[in-house]
């Protein structure tokens, strides 16, 4: 049985609306996307990984460390326009696979990537996939920007919002939120960025939701993980009260 190639992409641009430069802010002594990237590599599952951006001064910063660059357009609305660039200029060898992990979650784990690839190999049929972790906390579940999920028995996702879904009528304990990555195929990919942004997508403001406005199912495996994202001033000081404690726990 031939083995599928898996590409991991982290898609960067420099110019973030609520936190400008953030893939460059230093955490104890590395730059935002250095800490992503370092973590992503951890994966056992992926052939390569590399840098997405539009952006000279992250290419710079990526290489100075030692990671891999595709450049790419300034022009892309969505991360995935910007992955799916990337897929279709790597040279090194034809991706299968390709996950599309956000540059500012500098925490990822690394063995929740691999939890992806796996559930991807093992559904041949699932086009689209990512992960679904069990959401708790009150404060997180009231955050637009936590993103939360429901699941059919399937494990699909039947739905992505940035809302607390569903309306607890009745008391209700099963929440959902969603790690920052996702699977395609790559010949879904090339077809998924070519679609027509949807109402739902722009609604949300959450680009996954023209899949499923398409009729596409998204693979949601759960997985107990620990995450933190970096959208605003107050998560990244945060990111870095964890780093440093890390740092004096050595």
Sequence with gaps: MKKIKVLGVLPARLNSFRLPRKMLAD???KPLIQHTWEHVKSAKLLDALVVATDSDEIADVVRGFGG???????????????????ARKFKKFKPDLIINIQGDEPLVPGKAVDQLVK???KDKTAL?????????DEKRLADPDTVKTILDRNGNAIYFSRCAIPFPKTPYKNYYSKLGMY????????????????PLEIAESLEQLRAI???????????????????????????????????NKK
Aim: net charge neutral.
């Design 128 to 136: 689209m996939g990512t992960i679904a972790t069990p959401c708790e």
């Design 213 to 247: 406005e398409n009729g596409y199912k998204i693979k949601a495996p759960v997985g107990n993980y620990d995450r933190k994202e970096v959208n605003n001033a107050s998560q990244l000081e945060e990111v870095r009260a964890i780093f440093e404690a890390f740092k």
């Design 183 to 198: 699977a395609f195929r790559y010949d879904f990919l090339q077809t998924y960025v070519k679609m027509k942004q949807t």
């Design 68 to 86: 891999d660059v595709i450049m790419t357009s300034s022009k892309h609305k969505t991360g995935s326009d910007r992955v799916a660039e990337a």
């Design 119 to 121: 559930e991807m190999i």
């Design 27 to 29: 955490i104890c002594g």
